[in-house]
């Protein structure tokens, strides 16, 4: 049979593999080479925003740690979100805390992160195919990022953590059996729950319901708490005043 367009079948075969190939590098790749979101609003640094407190979250020790109080209650205290949603997250649990702009929470969520302990990035890290990450590398970095919604190379829908460096929250990908994505989601043990390359995954239901309708329309900011470097080397305005303004 004449294949219309193509000289020869051995052409069609040729761009079929091309297209093959094509499409299985994509997958290795962190992250497209131009964000989806081309057009990112303001710096939250330059908004203008009321400088009066927020009401501090209410959180109790069964639902975040100390550091993570610390932190939330000094966003509170100075607005440092820039009237935006924001989210904490405390690596040493592996639990992410989302709240609205107005310092409420409205949900957490175990989560699974880098496999690897450590506070930082490696240069450059977010130019490489997943494939030449080596195990080491896989950490997600510590500090305070704007996030911004978009779509990695496969056309996932995600939340840009760090695009620099490729680290993003999205659904918990279970494409590997023996990684047990899943099961180390529902661990009660923190240290299962370090299986990634450096992204933050999260259920698919709470992404849906909580990510996507309050992270996936605007951006927010993200607190990474760290594991390695002390809390307060990293956020140090939030351990400048007394810790017993903070119940502690």
Avoid at 12 to 31: D, F, P
Avoid at 160 to 181: G, N, Q, T
Wanted: net charge positive.
């Amino acid at each position: 049979m004449k294949l219309s367009g193509i000289a020869s079948p051995d052409a069609w075969i040729g761009l079929r593999n091309g297209v093959l190939l094509g499409s299985a590098l994509a997958v290795l790749m962190w992250r497209p080479a131009v964000p989806a979101h081309a057009a990112w609003s303001t710096p939250l640094a330059t908004r203008s925003v009321s400088t009066t407190p927020l009401q501090r979250p209410n959180l109790s020790a069964d639902v975040a740690s100390a550091d993570a109080r610390i932190v939330a209650d000094w966003v509170a205290d100075s607005r440092d979100n820039g009237g935006r949603p924001f989210v904490i997250l405390d690596k040493r649990d592996a639990r992410v805390l989302v709240f609205d702009a107005q310092a409420r929470l409205i949900d957490s969520s175990p989560v699974l992160l880098g496999a690897a302990a450590g506070d930082d990035s490696v240069v450059g890290i977010g130019q490489r195919p997943i494939a030449q990450v080596r195990p080491e590398e896989r950490t997600t970095p510590a500090g305070r990022f704007v996030s911004r919604p978009g779509r990695n190379a496969s056309g996932e829908d995600v939340v840009w953590v760090d695009y620099d460096a490729a680290v993003s929250m999205h659904r918990v990908r279970p494409v590997d059996p023996k990684e047990r994505r899943l099961e180390r989601l529902a661990s009660n043990d923190p240290s299962q729950r370090r299986i990634s390359y450096g992204c933050i995954n999260v259920p698919v239901a709470f992404f849906d319901r909580v990510v996507q309708p309050v992270l996936g329309t605007q951006a927010a900011v993200v607190y990474v708490l760290p594991e390695v470097k002390a809390a307060r080397a990293v956020f140090a305005a939030a351990y400048a005043g007394d810790p017993s303004d903070h119940g502690l």
